[in-house]
């Protein structure tokens, strides 16, 4: 599966048509597979992220020939030229597999941060992890027209 996109909890009823309207959008350029880890709220941030990012690395760690990307709020800011060149580059030109990272909602620890090299950030506002996903899954597909010169991008 060439894009995978792990995050936490099952969509909710509010976001679900955006989810499937991208996700079918998608699939016509690409397989996705959106990997979900449920959520647990362990008392305090400092647990609740060390067992939920234990939860991540346990599913995405088996994952082989991919390449990981954590959206993460503070890091370098991509415009949409900029993401689709990410795409560009791991599906076409290595045929590589990709893998973007959607923390939870205390977000990620310093910890879990500095094990991953890449990290992106869609701007600095901080968007619920659920919403941050639907934003990710149209950015994908708006970089597949970007990519293949399909009216779409203005
Ligand atoms: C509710 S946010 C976490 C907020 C937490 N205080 C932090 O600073 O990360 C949940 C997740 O959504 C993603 N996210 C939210 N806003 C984002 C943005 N503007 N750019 C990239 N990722 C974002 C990140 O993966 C984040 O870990």
Request: hydrophobic share 35%; proline share 2%; net charge positive.
């Amino acid at each position: 599966m060439p894009i995978k996109i792990v995050c936490f909890n099952k969509i909710s009823k509010e976001y679900e048509i955006l989810n499937k309207f991208y996700f079918n959008k998608i699939q016509k350029f690409t397989n996705i597979e959106i990997m979900e880890i449920k959520e647990i709220d362990y008392g305090n941030v400092k647990e609740n992220q060390s067992k939920n990012e234990y939860n991540i690395n346990e599913r995405i760690l088996k994952l082989k020939d991919y390449e990981f990307y954590l959206l993460e709020i503070n890091t370098k800011q991509l415009d949409s030229i900029d993401f689709s060149k990410i795409i560009d580059r791991n599906i076409n030109e290595k045929s590589g597999n990709i893998c973007f990272v959607i923390g939870p909602s205390d977000g990620f620890s310093e910890n879990f941060k500095n094990n991953y090299i890449n990290k992106i950030s869609f701007g600095k506002i901080t968007l619920p992890h659920q919403l941050i996903r639907i934003v990710l899954l149209e950015q994908i597909y708006r970089a597949f027209k970007i990519i293949n010169n399909q009216k779409y991008h203005k």
